[in-house]
């Protein structure tokens, strides 16, 4: 049976990305590496949400176990991180070809009520790590070349893409290893679910009332869709990728440019998208064509089900 042979055939994700990487003739191993160091601060992460740390402990710990991972891997030569104001230059001496931009803790809020949280991360290639400038991390997300994100909630899920689809992976506690549980995960076409923070309804652009009023009350006979917000974007994209739906934190009036960064939350998120099938929208432009102009910046972001990003794309252009 194929599920026996899921059991006993354990796909670990160091065995998964090698395997991808040997197909590539160049590959000499640098983004496994890469990624091993990635999944030992993910272990830390989990280890520490069990025990139960408290929000800034936990928050200041986990990018500090990331900062530490990455740098000592020697695959990377600059790193953004959202607790970090500036961008972090390796020493030289440890410098590899890779830039890493990190969420550490995403859904901080959530930590003290044991709502799910995560860690979001995207990888970029440096053409030229001994001269490496901010300019070279301001790269449009369609560059990247891997992303991915894990969620620490009932179970430790990893979804990852290296470019070639998208898998989750499930921490095995006993193991210590995360084991491809979620092969090939695809989004659903169409979803039954819309996910925003409705408590900023006041303050929204036609396009997006509109579209959530679609979703409330269709005028084409469908159903209506549900509504699920949790408020870590680790939870609720987890759950648009694998249930299919919409995820939207959109511009409003106080918020022009909504709330979710650029490098750290929108661009992996909407790389993983895409690489399932799915869609991601600024609002204004393809999400992963968007050239950020500084580390920290922010866009709106409408991201899920193909049809579903489709049709609020149709609304922003009837309104331009
Ligand atoms: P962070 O905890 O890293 O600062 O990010 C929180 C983000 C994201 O996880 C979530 O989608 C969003 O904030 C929720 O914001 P609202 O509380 O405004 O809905
Ligand atoms: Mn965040
Ligand atoms: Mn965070
Ligand atoms: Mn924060």
Redesign the pocket.
Known sequence: HEADAYRTDLMTITRYVLNEQSRNPEARGDLTILLSHIVLGCKFVASAVNKGEEQKKL?VLSNEVFVKALVSSGRTCVLVS??DEEATFVDPALRGKYCVCF??????SNIDCGVSIGTIFGIYMIKDKENVTLEDVLQPGKNMVAAGYCMYGSSCTLVLSTGNGVNGFTLDPSLGEFILTHPDIKIPEKGKIYSVNEGNAKNWDEPTAKFVEKCKFPKDGSSPKSLRYIGSMVADVHRTLLYGGVFLYPADKKSPNGKLRVLYEVFPMSFLMEQAGGQSFTGKERALDLVPTKIHERSPIFLGSFDDVEEIKGLYAAQA
């Open positions: 928050d959202e607790e969420d550490p803790l995403d859904g901080s």
